[in-house]
């Protein structure tokens, strides 16, 4: 694989938006592994196309989507499993909200939350 295109750690942290300390933690999980890893430096190098990759891990774990979860939407080569996590997530969310009703009293719209057939209004 020609390095020529292959984008050092740093640069890569800044166009993702995922810190370094989190592209080695994800790389040790191995959730995002870089393209290449220099044998004797470790330095990491990662392909351009990597990018939409991480910015969905970025995105997810923003969120505060679990590990795991994320693990299973990257798995998931036809994006299937990213609805469901994310709706998973949601009512996670909401039943903990259930549970400290004064600290989130309104829902997305202003009003109290409440379940409804399509998830949570």
């Known amino acids: 694989m020609s390095s020529d295109n292959l984008l050092g ?3 890569f942290a800044l166009v993702c938006g995922l810190s370094i300390h989190a592209l080695r933690h994800y790389d040790e999980l191995g959730l995002l592994r870089p393209a ?8 990491r190098r990662y392909r351009p196309e990597q990018v939409r990759q991480a910015r969905l891990i970025c995105a997810l774990r923003r969120v505060d989507v679990p590990i795991d979860a994320v693990r299973a939407v990257m798995d998931d080569p036809y994006g299937e499993s990213l609805h469901t996590v994310l ?26 939350l409440h379940r409804t057939r399509s998830g949570y209004a």
Do not use: K, M, W
């Not at 290449?36 to 330095?43: A, H, K």
């Open 36 to 43: 290449v890893v220099d044998p004797v430096t470790g330095y």
């Open 9 to 11: 750690i740093g640069a």
């Open 87 to 112: 709706q998973q997530h949601r009512e996670r969310l909401v039943d903990r909200a259930q549970v400290c009703p004064g600290s989130f009293p309104h829902g997305p719209r202003g009003g109290p």
